[in-house]
């Protein structure tokens, strides 16, 4: 246990829908950031919170938005989903605001799958 | 184009032999970290790099920085089959706060 909390593990949606992926970051970390992962291109960084701040912005669609909540869980909303958006969600929390020595704690992610 | 790439994508060998993987750049960073992912779950950290030439161990891998600490390479030495998964290198961003990862190594350890 990475101490890093996603729910859920699974979800499969039909296009068109809405769905909310959640994260809770590791006791004590205030940056959390989330990754999209699917097998042609990799690893895609979405967006990242610190302390309740927007602090950097990636390649995130209009139609996907975050926030994190004064108790630091964040969420992920996907809206008007379509066939290309499924992919593995990752969450991943820091102590810090800025990349350092000590990484990302990862959570296990959420398999989205829009049918 | 990929600020990150890794090399070779894909790797199957037998238990007991060595393996090198790579991660190369034409950007100067001034750290670089190597993660591991295993199937259904997120990247765990492994090994933070800093140090151009730098060479750290970790049982039986080792993690080395290019002088000019724009590449990395990880050896395995006698490799398991626990050892294997998915190789991720990255880096931070620098100007700005996210990490950004290589596509990987995946890597199979036949038994």
């Known amino acids: 246990d990475s101490g890093v909390t996603q729910t859920p593990k699974h979800l499969i949606t039909a296009t068109g829908q809405r769905v909310t992926l959640r994260c809770s970051p590791r006791s004590g970390d205030l940056s959390v950031y989330w990754y999209q992962q699917s097998l042609d291109q990799g690893l895609q960084f979405l967006i990242q919170?610190?302390?309740?701040?927007?602090?950097a912005k990636g390649n995130i669609l209009e139609r996907f938005s975050a926030q994190q909540f004064p108790d630091l869980h964040s969420e992920l909303n996907l809206s008007s989903l379509e066939l290309g958006d499924s992919a593995l969600y990752f969450c991943?929390?820091?102590?810090?605001?800025?990349?350092?020595?000590?990484?990302?704690?990862f959570g296990s992610g959420t398999r989205l799958t829009v049918v | 184009t990929q600020l990150l790439e890794q090399s070779p994508q894909f790797l199957s060998i037998q238990e007991g032999e060595n393996l090198t993987v790579y991660c190369n750049s034409s950007?100067?960073?001034?750290?670089l970290q190597w993660y591991r992912q295993e199937p259904g779950e997120g990247p765990v950290l492994l090994v933070t790099v800093v140090t151009g030439g730098e060479v750290k161990k970790l049982k039986r891998l080792t993690f080395q920085f290019g002088d000019a600490r724009k590449d990395s390479s990880l050896h395995i030495t006698a490799a398991q089959p626990g050892d294997t998964g998915l190789y991720l290198c990255a880096v931070g961003g620098n100007r700005d706060d996210k990490i950004i990862f290589g596509k990987g190594t995946r890597l199979h350890i036949l038994p």
């Open positions: 950007s100067v960073f001034s750290s």
């Open positions: 991943a929390s820091s102590v810090e605001a800025r990349p350092s020595n000590y990484g990302y704690t």
């Open positions: 919170y610190y302390n309740g701040e927007e602090r």
